[in-house]
């Protein structure tokens, strides 16, 4: 058996070195260029200071040490993931992926709703199995030894869950880059799979455009085409020169904070108002405990090349005839219209939109997504 526990201990001279690095950093003059021409120098600054001198690692280190980690070899590399077990009658497993720039953090606060939904106000017949892998070359998972792509991710979390951890059928959720995973596992492995769940459709299906789009549809193609116009920059650089990037994710610790920032900062911005007293659905601990990880583990190399290794992953045919739930939110990149929905998936099985949440809803917004999660699969569990 391959499969075995896990615990985060970082040595103290690490963290130590962090904290130098980041007390000598050499910040960007502040042009007042607000949001518009990158991350805003003067809440980079904040973020680095609180960072510096104010956040404690080793207290997340702790509360992630309670949680059930392990580690498999699979299918010749190794995978991180946490393993926690439902309590209730009959849990659904259920595989859970994350995408680029976050991690298996993404789906810490969901834990404990989907494991023991009676805790917290549910009904026992709701609890899951619960699955967090982290991607290879993220967080603790070894990058792949040859280019990789998506649909090797979906093979690798297939036999996790079916050799490693002996579910014959299981559940499964994605958003980002998860999302995609998450649909090449389900077409690829519908014997396995009883139903996905997603916060976004694939935008690669964007580019196979219905002929009888209507206009929430227009409207939806109009606001990806705006989004990689505006804010796409970062895909083009790791699906293109990754290696350029490879000294300032790895030797700036303030370097990897802003790229990081900036790769969706519609959504970091809400940490902004947080600094300005606002509540939000994150923190500066939650962005700074996933941006804390990237560099502690050295992967903000490795991650980002999930660019330029799959790009041909983003043209992958349709397929997908298993049931799906499909989640809403208004600040995500681009919402997904419910009839988008439809022709991406014939046998859509929920669907709703909710009013607050983001790019990284079970990380902001858990509940939300934990209800649909619950209501979506209800019909399925027996």
Known sequence: MTV???????????????????????????????????????????LVEYWRSRYDFRRQEAALNRLP?????????????????????????????????????????????????????????????????????????????KPGSAFRFGDLLHELMTKQLGYERFAAHGGDWGSTVTDHLARSHHEAVIAIHLTEVPFWRAFQKPRDAGAAELEYLAGIADYFEREGAYALIQGTRPQTLADSLIDSPVGLAAWIIDHDSWTYRQIARVFDGAAEGLTRDDILDNITLYWLTNTGVSSARLY???????????????????????????????????????????????????????????QAIVEDLRAGFKSLRS
């Open 4 to 46: 075995r526990t896990f615990e985060i201990a970082l040595p103290e001279a690490t963290l130590g070195d962090l904290r130098a690095r980041l007390a000598r950093a050499r910040l960007a003059p502040d042009t007042s260029a607000d949001w518009d021409a990158g991350v805003n120098p003067a809440y980079l600054a904040e």
């Open 69 to 145: 980690h392990f580690q498999a070899d699979v299918a010749g590399t190794t995978l991180h993931f946490l393993h926690a077990r439902g309590r209730g009658d009959a849990p659904m497993p259920l595989l859970l992926t994350h995408g680029f720039p976050d991690s298996f953090l993404r789906f810490v606060k969901l834990i404990p709703l989907l494991t023991d939904p009676a805790a917290h106000g549910g009904d026992p017949s709701d609890a899951f199995d619960v699955v967090v892998p982290s991607l290879p070359g993220y967080g603790f998972s070894q990058p792949l030894a």
């Open 308 to 366: 330029w290794e799959n790009k041909l992953a983003f043209f992958a045919p349709k397929g997908v005839k298993i049931p799906v739930v499909v989640s809403a939110f208004p600040e995500e990149i681009c919402p997904i219209p419910r009839k988008w929905a439809e022709k991406a998936y014939p046998k859509l099985l929920y669907y709703k939109r909710h009013p607050k949440g983001a790019h990284f809803a079970a990380w902001e917004q858990p």
